[in-house]
């Protein structure tokens, strides 16, 4: 079968065209990866800055690892699972964004009330530290922010419970 030159060019153009997105899904892929990972571990770039103050909608909290976790989420409902299956820590306290409006009080059952916020106070201190995605924690020591980072498993969240003890 003789294949003309328009046949050709298509086949080209085909390729060419699957090799522009074999790269745009790998440049996705490593953008992905280098907004989650940092030589700390965990990293992120929306919300407050390091360094910054305490919002004063928050001041009023009295634990220093402010979690901020979010109904619908399936690695906040992981984090609650495993977190839960344990006494909660003194250390943290949850602000937990209800977004399917009531459907998760069970999910959250585990979490003492004095460790937790919701409703309305709850969308006033994730809109104050201008957040996008959860869940994600912050360190805060002496009304500024210490640190900040997603938080997918518990051993996320221990790297913040050391942090702690280091600037303490």
């Not at 001041?59 to 006494?87: D, E, K, N, V």
């Not at 924690?137 to 997918?152: E, F, H, P």
Request: hydrophobic share 50%; charged share 15%; net charge negative.
């Amino acid at each position: 079968m003789a294949r003309g030159p328009l046949a050709l060019l298509w086949i080209e153009a085909l390729w060419l065209m699957t090799l522009g997105f074999l790269i745009l899904v790998a440049r996705r892929e490593i953008g992905l990866m280098s907004a989650r990972l940092d030589s700390s571990g965990v990293m992120m770039r929306d919300g407050i800055e390091v360094g910054a103050p305490v919002p004063r909608v928050a001041r009023s909290i009295h634990q220093p690892i402010l979690l901020f976790l979010t109904s619908g989420c399936a690695p906040c409902a992981t984090l609650i699972s495993a977190m839960t299956a344990f006494p909660w820590p003194d250390d943290v306290h949850a602000v937990f964004l209800d977004r399917e409006h009531g459907s998760s009080e069970e999910a959250i059952a585990g979490i003492p009330g004095s460790h937790l916020t919701t409703g309305a106070l709850a969308e006033d201190i994730v809109s104050s530290f201008r957040l996008a995605s959860s869940p994600v924690a912050y360190l805060l020591v002496d009304g500024l922010i210490a640190a900040k980072g997603l938080v997918n498993e518990p051993g996320h969240l221990a790297a913040f419970r050391r942090e702690l003890v280091k600037q303490s």
